[in-house]
């Protein structure tokens, strides 16, 4: 057994159960990922076959960092920061590893700055659905209202600024009255609306299409890119390598097993981005749209089918109401590590640090905001040619997704397979004998040189 020196597991504000622990890691990995971006890119890639290689990363590669993850938080129970610092002299391990903890904290906070602006984009949409905007509007019409929102910086700043307030007042009121209670009721919410919406498309004539789309793999439709866009979306959608699991596991009791508990959130975290898909697909079918759309799939695509249908105002209401619930428990999972280490290192109270932390990753986000207006061509790394045409968000996203998220991830899976001490670590990872030992052999090779692979590839 590891000492016993962490503060969390002395006071009072560890999760009070192992579901609790659950249901906050599952709500930070379900969310705009699966529900925006998952059927986007399956659609994207043609289905069945990019299924199937998401599948198989999300459990080679994401299951194992995400133990290695929330391993480490739980040993070093404080913020990424403290954790490392801690766990490098414990572990007696070189003092580089400490960048870990530091690339969590500022890769949480500049994720979070452009997550709420899309949070945002949710709220106005529920409004847009109740208020019957989409009902018998056409194509064109549907695209403009989407352009129009995107062209109004004040209206953008609007529902940025209530989508942070929301994530502020929960994260300020701590683990067990904030975060818990927060996802005690919405994640069952979301699990919810999810059946209901996947219940309708079963009756809209569709399904059946939309199954054997998602689940007929062809792989002549499969690229090498869409093998790498498969691997690099099953390490953002778990939410690994930017230190949330790290802050996560902090406040993780001893007796919980991570392994098994792990495994949950990832089969969890597949279920909703495949009921995601099969909401959305037999709508896409039903109403002869291209799945292949793109981005613009839910906030384009979908709206245009939710206005032909029956009851598509409530249902529309519905889905984007699930999306802000997915959103909601994903931002406040990336505002934890920066609010336990202003806690920690700056003395500052909860509330204060929320509030502080929270004010700065709003103001930061206005970058997000004027990317879609006024700074439209802006580019503030234009010079460089890799760069060229990126706007703030853009670059915002790419160093987030592309880099920090890859790097951290394969730094974790490097330090707890290769850096830490073996003595207690099975027991800390909740496997034992050849589980154990496989589990290691994935870890230690198979895991960093996927992470590598991918990693490599965003950047040529
Ligand atoms: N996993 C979240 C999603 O799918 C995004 C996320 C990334 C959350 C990193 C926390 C940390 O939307």
Request: hydrophobic residues 55%; glycine residues 12%.
């Amino acid at each position: 057994m590891t000492q016993n020196t962490q503060p969390h597991q002395q006071a009072n504000t560890l999760w009070s159960s192992r579901m609790a622990f659950i249901l906050a890691a599952a709500g930070s990995a379900v969310g705009l990922g699966n529900i925006w971006k998952f059927p986007y890119i399956t659609g994207e890639n043609g289905g069945g076959a990019f299924v199937l290689i998401y599948l198989a990363c999300i459990f080679l590669i994401g299951v194992p960092v995400l133990i290695a993850e929330t391993m480490i938080g739980r040993r070093g129970g404080q913020s990424p920061v403290a954790t490392m610092r801690t766990l490098t002299q414990t572990e007696g391990t070189a003092a580089g590893w400490r960048a870990i903890g530091w690339n969590g904290v500022i890769a949480s906070f500049l994720v979070l700055s452009f997550y709420a602006v899309i949070g945002g984009w949710a709220l106005v949409y529920i409004g847009k659905a109740a208020a019957g905007l989409f009902t018998g509007a056409d194509a064109e019409t549907i695209g403009s209202q989407f352009g129009t929102l995107l062209a109004n910086p004040w209206e953008l700043l609007m529902w940025h600024s209530i989508f942070m307030a929301i994530v502020v007042f929960i994260v300020g009121r701590g683990i067990r009255s904030g975060l818990e209670k927060a996802v005690n009721m919405l994640m069952p919410l979301l699990f919810l609306l999810l059946v209901v919406m996947v219940l309708y498309a079963m009756n809209s004539g569709s399904f059946g299409r939309a199954v054997s789309f998602m689940f007929s793999p062809d792989f002549s439709n499969l690229t090498t890119a869409g093998v790498l866009t498969a691997l690099g979306h099953a390490a953002f959608t778990l939410s690994i390598g930017i230190g949330v699991l790290m802050a996560y596991g902090s406040y993780l009791p001893r007796h919980v097993n991570i392994a098994r508990t792990a495994m949950t959130i990832a089969v969890l975290d597949t279920s909703v981005a495949l009921l995601a898909g099969l909401a959305i697909f037999p709508l896409v079918f039903a109403n002869g749209l291209e799945p292949g759309a793109g981005p613009g799939l839910i906030f384009v695509t979908l709206p245009l089918a939710f206005g032909q249908m029956s009851g598509g105002a409530i249902f529309g209401t519905l889905f984007f109401a699930l999306l802000l619930v997915a959103a909601i428990t994903s931002a406040i999972s990336m505002l934890e590590p920066v609010v336990e280490w202003l806690e920690e290192h700056k003395g500052v109270g909860r509330v204060k640090s929320a509030i502080g932390g929270g004010l700065a990753i709003w103001f930061i986000g206005i970058g997000t905001v004027l990317s879609f207006n006024l700074w439209e061509g802006f580019h503030p790394l234009g010079f460089i040619a890799f760069f060229e045409g990126k706007t703030v968000f853009d670059l915002l996203d790419f160093l987030v997704s592309n880099l920090m998220m890859p790097l951290g991830g394969l730094a974790i899976a490097l330090f707890a397979g290769w850096a830490m001490k073996r003595e207690g670590l099975a027991e800390d990872i909740g496997l034992q004998g050849g589980a154990y030992k496989a589990f290691m052999v994935v870890l230690r090779y198979l895991t960093p040189a996927g992470i590598a692979v991918v990693f490599l590839y965003n950047l040529v």
